[in-house]
């Protein structure tokens, strides 16, 4: 699950994206709304946090943008300020969730994963199962055949990936963007050799294949591949 959080205070932004890190989202920061506004434009995230009190460009413009634009990433607005008018100005524009500063992480960690469940992205169940694979979005384990199998947390993001996406193609770039922050070369091979690892626990000791190759394309995560 990759992650923009837009906000200005330096501390409470380590704070988050280490926070998260942890739990194994992929986090872009954008330090101003000007780049926060780039970036909700220009890449694909699963959520926002987005603090209303920025430089340049103000949390609640950024979000009245994006929504104009047909955007409907999940938000999550962060302001110094519990007034109630901010809050009622954030909901008409489109914000999914409001939290007050100062906030413990695991109320913030609470709300995301309750809007992202309400998205469309993530399904309500948190196991998701293809032929013989399971894999816990909470635990993170995935288990083939009756064996636990334990990733490595990119590992996770692209079975994740695959599972969600289960019998379509999936390109290198779409892997990126799910996976790993902007600042990524996605020349490099660093994709494919986690797939490789990921093959070989997934598929190394079994008879029936699941993570395919297509050539040229990207991979595949199909039962009956031909
Ligand atoms: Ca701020």
Known sequence: MRILLVEDE????????????ENNYVVDIAPDGEEGLFLAETELYDAIILDLMLPKINGLDILKRIRKQGKNVPV??????????????????????????????????????????RSKNVPASTNLKYADLSLNQLTRQAERNGHAITLTS????????????????????????????????????????????????IDGNEKIKLIHTMRGMGYVLKKDFK
């Open 10 to 21: 330096k501390k409470v932004a380590r704070f988050i994206k280490k926070g998260l890190a």
């Open 76 to 117: 999550i607005c962060l302001t110094a300020k519990g007034k109630i008018e901010e809050k009622i100005e954030g909901f008409n524009a489109g914000s999914d969730d409001y939290l007050v500063k100062p906030f413990r992480f695991a109320e913030l960690l609470a709300r995301l994963r309750a809007i992202l469940k």
């Open 154 to 201: 990119k590992e996770y993001s692209i079975l994740e990936y695959l599972m969600l996406n289960a019998e379509q193609i999936i390109t290198r770039t779409m892997i990126t963007e799910s996976a790993w922050d902007y600042s990524f070369d996605i020349m490099s091979n660093v994709i494919d050799v986690h797939i490789k690892r990921l093959r070989e626990k």
